[in-house]
C-alpha cells in the first residue's frame, strides 16, 4: 500500500514543502530512504522502528521505501521521523489515516516520544502559505508554533497519540502563543555604568539613534567592552514584525527558548571565528553570526585580531543587509541588518605609538592594523578614539541612565520614521534620500571644504551626511546646519584633536 504526508524542511531559516511518500509491498524485509536525504534523515529508519514497536504498533516486515519529494531539494534534519512514521502506521493499515490537509514535524526517540526540533516558527509559516489548516507539533514547539494566526496547532507528546487523533477520539489542547518580549528585561547593563567617556557616550548615542556603525579604537580598559555591552539599553523597542523575524531566525537555530532576556540581539563572536561562522555557510546553509544579529548589535572585540577574510566577507552584507549565499539550484539569501560595533587596540601592546611606553615596531604596528582594510574601514560610520578615563572620573558619580538616554533616541527615531518609513533609520537610507538632504550653507560649505581637503571617498561623504542628518534629528532640526555637519566630521575621526 502506499501512503502520503506532509512536512517542511529547513534551507537557510525558510521552510520548503516535502512531501513524504512511503509504500509498503511483500518482499524480502527492507527499509530505504531516497529523495536527497542528510544523514540525519537516513538514520531515521533506526527512530521510527524503535518507535513504532515500542508504542504498539507492528513495525512491518516487508520491503518499506520512503521517497521524499521533490527529490532535488535537500532534506536535512530528525524533524522528518514523525511524517515518516505516519506515513508508514497509514501504509501498512494500522491507523485508518492518511493526514494529506495537516502538516506535521518532529523528532522521535526510541520510546516514541516527540521531541521538539528547529525552525517550527518557519515552518509554521510555510504551512499557512500552503494553504494548510493543521499542523502537529512537538509539545515543546506549540507556544511557538501558534505565533503564527489561521493555523490549527496540535501538540503531540508521543507517537501513542496517534491512535486517539486519528479516529477522532482525542484532540490536543491549544497551546497559548510565545510571548515575545520587544524590550529587554529589567536588570541589563545600564550606560550609567560608564564613568566619564563623554566622547564615547555621545557617540553611541548617535550610532543607537541613527543604526550607525561604530569603531573604537583605545587602549585596554578604557571602557570599550562596557560600552558596547550597553548599546543594546539604549536602542528602541523592536516592533511586532521585527520581533517575529528575530524569532524566526533564533527557531531556526534551535535557540528561541535561550532569548530569556527578549529585546534586540546582542552577538558577540569570538575572534576566531572563520568567515562562515561570521556570516553563514554550509549545505543546507545555516545562518552565521551576522544574520544572528539581525536588527541587533554585532560586536567584535579586538577588531585587528579576527582573520582579514572574515572581516572582508561583512562589506556585502553591511551595504545590502543581506547575505548570499551561492548553491546547487539558486542562491540563499538570508537578512542581516545589524549594527557592526568593534572595538580595536591602537596597536599589538594596546598603547598606541604615540605614547612612549609603546615598544612595538612600525612594520608590527602596520601589519597589525592592516588587517582592517581600507575599504571596510570606509564602510563604517563612527570612528572614535578614546583614552583612559582618570581616576577621578572613575570615583566620580555614574553618568545619565539609559533611559534618559533611551528616550531621545526613541524620538530622534519617530523622525526618521515619519521621513523614511515604518521600521526604517538614516543608516538605511538610499543614494537618493541621503542626496535630499536639506543643508544649510554654512554646512554644505563644509563638506566641500573636507571632502577636498581630506579625499573623502564618495561613500564617506554619503556617510557623513547620513551622520549629520542622524545629530540633526537628536537636536530636533529640519535641516543640517554647520554645527551638525562639523559634529559628523568628528566623529568619523580616528584621532581626538
Not at 215 to 234: C, E, F, Q, V
Request: hydrophobic share 40%.
Amino acid at each position: 500500500m502506499l501512503a502520503t504526508a506532509r512536512t517542511f524542511t529547513l534551507d537557510g531559516i525558510v521552510a520548503r514543502p516535502v512531501r513524504v511518500e512511503v509504500d509498503v509491498h511483500p518482499g524480502l524485509p527492507a527499509f530505504s530512504v531516497v529523495g536527497l536525504p542528510d544523514t540525519a534523515v537516513r538514520e531515521a529508519r533506526e527512530r521510527v522502528r524503535a518507535a513504532v514497536s515500542n508504542c504498539g504498533f507492528e513495525f512491518p516486515l516487508r520491503r518499506i521505501t520512503v521517497n521524499l519529494a521533490p527529490a532535488n531539494l535537500r532534506k536535512a534534519g530528525p524533524g522528518l521521523d514523525l511524517p515518516i512514521a505516519v506515513a508508514l502506521l497509514a501504509a501498512s493499515g494500522q491507523l485508518g489515516w492518511e493526514p494529506t490537509s495537516l502538516a506535521m514535524v518532529g523528532e522521535l526517540a526510541l520510546d516514541g516520544a516527540i521531541r521538539p526540533v528547529r525552525g517550527v516558527l518557519a515552518i509554521s509559516e510555510a504551512a499557512r502559505r500552503s494553504g494548510l489548516k493543521e499542523i502537529a507539533v512537538p509539545e515543546e514547539n506549540g507556544p511557538e508554533a501558534a505565533l503564527i494566526g489561521g493555523l490549527d496547532v496540535l501538540p503531540l507528546a508521543s507517537l501513542r497519540q496517534l491512535r486517539g487523533l486519528a479516529a477522532g477520539g482525542w484532540t490536543p489542547e491549544r497551546p497559548k502563543p510565545l510571548s515575545l518580549a520587544l524590550t529587554s528585561r529589567p536588570g541589563m547593563p545600564d550606560l550609567a555604568d560608564l564613568r566619564g567617556q563623554a566622547h564615547l557616550r555621545y557617540a553611541l548615542e548617535v550610532a543607537a539613534a541613527g543604526g550607525h556603525s561604530l569603531l573604537m579604537i583605545g587602549p585596554p580598559g578604557a571602557g570599550k567592552s562596557l560600552a558596547a555591552a550597553r548599546l543594546p539599553s539604549i536602542l528602541p523597542p523592536l516592533a511586532p514584525r521585527e520581533a517575529l523575524d528575530v524569532a524566526r531566525i533564533a527557531s531556526a537555530c534551535g535557540r528561541l527558548g535561550n532569548r530569556p532576556n527578549g529585546g534586540r540581539p546582542f552577538r558577540a563572536p569570538h575572534h576566531t571565528i572563520t568567515p562562515a561562522g561570521l556570516i553563514g555557510g554550509g549545505n543546507p546553509p545555516r545562518p552565521g553570526e551576522a544574520t544572528l544579529a539581525h536588527r541587533g548589535v554585532l560586536f567584535l572585540d579586538e577588531l585587528c585580531e579576527f582573520q582579514r577574510e572574515s572581516l572582508e566577507a561583512l562589506r556585502g552584507p553591511m551595504e545590502s543587509g543581506w547575505v548570499t549565499i551561492s548553491r546547487t539550484g539558486g542562491n540563499r539569501r538570508l537578512p542581516c541588518r545589524f549594527m557592526l560595533v568593534a572595538a580595536s587596540n591602537p596597536c599589538p601592546c594596546g598603547r598606541g605609538e604615540a605614547n612612549p611606553e609603546c615598544s612595538c615596531p612600525p612594520q608590527a604596528v602596520r601589519r597589525y592594523q592592516g588587517r582592517l582594510s581600507g575599504a571596510l574601514a570606509d564602510r563604517l560610520d563612527l570612528l572614535v578614539a578614546i583614552a583612559q578615563p582618570g581616576a577621578d572620573q572613575i570615583d566620580g558619580p555614574p553618568g545619565e541612565t539609559s533611559v534618559a538616554v533611551r528616550e531621545r533616541v526613541g524620538e530622534a527615531r519617530r523622525r526618521q520614521e515619519g521621513r523614511l518609513g515604518p521600521g526604517r533609520c538614516n543608516a538605511e537610507m538610499t543614494l537618493g534620500e541621503t542626496r535630499e538632504c536639506v543643508l544649510e550653507t554654512g554646512a554644505a560649505a563644509l563638506l566641500t571644504e573636507c571632502y577636498s581637503r581630506r579625499r573623502l571617498s564618495g561613500r564617506a561623504h554619503d556617510r557623513v551626511l547620513r551622520l549629520a542628518r542622524t545629530i540633526a534629528d537628536l537636536a530636533g532640526t529640519e535641516a543640517i546646519g554647520r554645527d551638525q555637519m562639523a559634529q559628523a566630521l568628528q566623529l568619523r575621526r580616528r584621532d581626538r584633536d
